[in-house]
């Protein structure tokens, strides 16, 4: 079991930053893949940015290609999704997820309870 609590979420003008961070719990963090995941009102679960338990594999969805930065720090069982210039479409309940690697939410097998982003134009 694996509890999940991300933090950092807000309200930011189209063009600015946030930096979401999501705590885990239990000594086998380092092992699991952690995904970010997204959710706009009336969408699916949409997939955002992945990294592999050592640090060295990053998958990423194109919509987010170069603006935002998923890293991990294991010492801290946190995982981190740096996101730059922000656009009014970015804007949703953001999920820190932990499974194995893969795009899709079936494919995570924890979940955070969702930390809302809302980007203004």
């Known amino acids: 079991q694996v509890l999940l609590v991300e933090s950092g979420g807000g309200l930011v003008q189209a063009g600015g930053s946030l930096r979401l961070s999501c705590v885990g719990s239990g000594r086998t963090f380092s092992s699991y893949v952690m995904g970010w995941f997204r959710q706009a009102p009336g969408k699916e679960r949409e997939f955002v940015q992945a990294?592999?338990?050592?640090?060295?594999?990053?998958l990423y969805a194109n919509s987010v290609k170069g603006r935002f930065t998923i890293s991990r720090d294991n010492a801290k069982n946190t995982v981190y999704l740096q996101m730059n210039s922000l656009k009014p479409e970015d804007t949703a309940v953001y999920y820190c997820?932990?499974?194995?690697?893969?795009?899709?939410?079936?494919?995570?097998?924890?979940w955070g309870q969702g930390a809302q982003v809302t980007v203004s134009s």
């Open positions: 997820a932990a499974g194995r690697y893969g795009n899709r939410p079936q494919d995570y097998d924890y």
């Open positions: 990294i592999t338990g050592g640090g060295g594999g990053i």
